[in-house]
């Protein structure tokens, strides 16, 4: 039996990147060979083990076959005669078709290394084809990566054409785009997603809402170059999202404008059903960004209600992420990731002048509950007007 480091670890470790896991491919042993050196098996569509004491993954080397559509649809075969360079060939990339014995020795048969240097992301066999998930992989790899120069080998953008012509992109179910999605919004170069995406026509079928939309990109890099949370940057990935139509597909009315951006938001978290928290702020965003936007021409009363609007004093984080979204994904601010951006300033020490106001028992005495939340208004809006009296 020899056991293999196999995929992202080998990969990172050449790219002299840190590794977050190690996996590791079993030759020449079967399940119960494992089992009895006390690993425990918890693959259930092939054999998965963890190490008794690490806990790493270990998997039997296997060949896998299609045999329905959809990534669900394969057939794997496992045993001590399939080879390491069989298993090698079933991966995705050639990047991540690498292994290392534990001599040290590395297992290349595919070119790994080559494409390494020649920073490609280069599918290993035309079975590539087979995982429509691998789309999802591929931009988001390249999402990571581009910073170190990597791009998408032409014969795998072709390929990757291709596959979503013949129907593959269609055949991802929400919760793995939703996954592989927000994993990439965490990479270095979000936008790069997309635009491998719209490359090789997926993203016609995965969000058409962004497909003409070059400011949004431009709003992700802003995003990512103030290190935003990946919530932050999906909020600016949706921001009026399709508010940038044609004159005649576009509503009349501003108002309508926005509500036509908040139902592309349900519209999209529907589709992918996206978590709560994600979908909120991307809704917030989308209606008040142009509030905040104006923030230094509004008076007191506006601000305290956008304070309540965003109920700012009870989820104090999420109105510092609007604030950050708005900052990232502002047309005027694109490009130019290191203007200032008075009106975050301006809403931060708002929020501060009226989140310091308290009541005492003194001020509660002989109120009801309505009427000490109209004294607490009434006290804050004082404390904003006071706070900033040149306010027009
Ligand atoms: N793999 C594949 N096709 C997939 C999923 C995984 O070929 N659809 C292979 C690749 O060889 C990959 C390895 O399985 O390197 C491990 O997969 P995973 O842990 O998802 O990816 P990593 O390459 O380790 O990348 P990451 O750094 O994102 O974890």
Not at 105 to 116: A, H
Not at 242 to 255: N, R
Request: glycine share 6%; charged share 25%.
């Amino acid at each position: 039996m020899d056991i293999y480091l196999v995929g992202g670890a080998v990969r990172d470790t050449l790219l002299g990147r840190p590794v977050s896991e190690r996996d590791w491919v079993v030759v020449g042993a079967d399940p119960a060979t494992l089992s009895a050196l006390g690993y425990r098996q918890v693959g259930k569509d092939f054999p998965v083990f963890l190490h008794p004491q690490t806990h790493e993954e270990y998997a039997l080397a296997r060949t896998e076959r299609k045999v329905a559509p959809g990534y669900h649809g394969f057939v794997t075969h496992h045993a001590p005669e399939v080879t390491l360079e069989q298993d090698l060939a079933r991966r995705d990339l050639t990047i991540n078709a690498m292994a290392q014995a534990a001599d040290g020795t590395l297992v290349d048969p595919y070119g790994g290394q080559r494409d390494l240097k020649a920073r490609l992301l280069r599918h290993v066999s035309p079975a590539f084809s087979e995982d429509p998930l691998r789309l999802l992989r591929v931009a988001r790899f390249a999402a990571r990566y581009a910073p170190l120069g990597f791009t998408v080998a032409t014969e795998t953008r072709r390929l990757m054409r291709d596959m979503v012509t013949a129907g593959e992109a269609a055949s991802l179910v929400a919760e793995r785009i939703w996954q592989e999605t927000v994993r990439a919004l965490a990479e270095p170069s979000p936008r790069t997603y997309f635009e491998v995406l719209r490359d090789c026509g997926a993203l016609t079928v995965l969000l058409p809402e962004l497909e003409m939309s070059e400011q949004r990109l431009r709003g992700l890099d802003a995003a990512a170059a103030i290190a935003a949370s990946t919530r932050v940057r999906f909020a600016v990935l949706l921001r009026e999202l399709g508010t940038d139509l044609t004159p005649l597909e576009k509503p009349p009315l501003p108002i309508a404008n926005e509500a036509y951006g908040v139902a592309v938001v349900h519209a999209v978290c529907d589709r992918w059903r996206v978590p709560t928290d994600f979908r909120e702020l991307a809704e917030l965003v989308c209606r008040e960004h142009l509030r905040v936007h104006h923030a230094l021409e509004l008076p007191p009363a506006t601000v305290l209600e956008l304070l309540e609007t965003c109920d700012a004093f009870r989820r104090r984080e999420r109105f510092a992420e609007l604030l950050e979204a708005c900052e990232a994904g502002h047309p005027e601010q694109l490009g130019l990731e290191t203007l200032p951006y008075p009106q975050s300033t301006l809403l931060t020490a708002a929020f501060a002048a009226a989140a310091a106001v308290q009541l005492t028992a003194t001020d509660r005495t002989g109120l009801a509950g309505p009427a000490i939340g109209l004294l607490l208004r009434e006290r804050r809006l004082a404390a904003l007007t006071r706070w900033r009296p040149t306010f027009t």
